[in-house]
Antibody, heavy 113, light 109 residues
């Protein structure tokens, strides 16, 4: 069974940076679009970004454009989300998602001074 | 952006009931719609995707079924069981930015 394991969450100050990782196993990783989806406390789901299997194409929600960068290393079966210029409203659980099929367990990002 | 509108936002039902949740897209998304279930404190899990073919995730019980295409979609649970009380979300993955419905919370009556 496919496994997705996120890491890298934690506490960051406003204006700070964090890098999330998602390690995938038991799949041909490069075949699949990967995404990050977040969920603020007590709120619904929000798509953040997606990347093509090759890594050549990316898309972002407007609220993170210019601040977040999605990338992948297919040799390591790993997805990344580099988050810069963090804001309080970025506080959420961040999920790694394989297409629309499989979700990781999530990693909590808290932005607070 | 494509707006996804779920209804109802919440519903109360009894064990054994058949329920239907609807999801409407603000423009044609063909069959690029997925449904997810989320229980409190847990990650979402995928139920159905490529909705018109009712493609289901392996291991998802057959009591979950989806239908629709274009702009109007439904998720039906044929016989509610205690483990089905959760929040359900639809998502379109036809056009970026991908967007979710606001969720439907299914509670025990």
């Amino acid at each position: 069974e496919v496994q997705l394991l996120e890491s890298g969450g934690g506490l960051a100050q406003p204006g700070g940076s964090l890098r999330l990782s998602c390690a995938a196993s038991r799949i041909t990783f490069s075949n699949y679009v990967m995404s990050w989806v977040r969920q603020a406390p007590g709120k619904g789901l929000e798509w953040v970004a997606s990347i093509s299997g090759s890594g050549n194409s990316t898309s972002y929600v407007d609220s993170v454009k210019g601040r977040f960068t999605i990338s992948r290393d297919n040799s390591k079966n790993t997805l990344y989300l580099q988050m810069n210029s963090l804001r309080a409203e970025d506080t959420a659980v961040y999920y790694c998602v394989l297409v629309v099929i499989r979700w990781g367990q999530g990693t909590l990002v808290t932005v607070s001074s | 952006d494509i707006r996804m509108t779920q209804s109802p936002s919440s519903l109360s039902a009894s064990v054994g009931d058949r329920i239907t949740i609807t999801c409407r897209a603000s423009q044609d998304i063909r069959n690029n719609l997925a449904w997810f279930q989320q229980k409190p404190g847990k990650a979402p899990t995928s139920l159905i995707y490529a909705i018109s073919s009712s493609s289901s995730q392996s291991g998802v019980p057959s009591k979950f079924s989806g239908s629709g295409s274009g702009t109007d979609f439904t998720l039906t649970i044929s016989s509610l069981q205690p483990e089905d009380f959760a929040t359900y979300y639809c998502q379109q993955y036809s056009i970026y930015p991908w967007t979710f419905g606001q969720g439907t919370k299914v509670e025990i009556k």
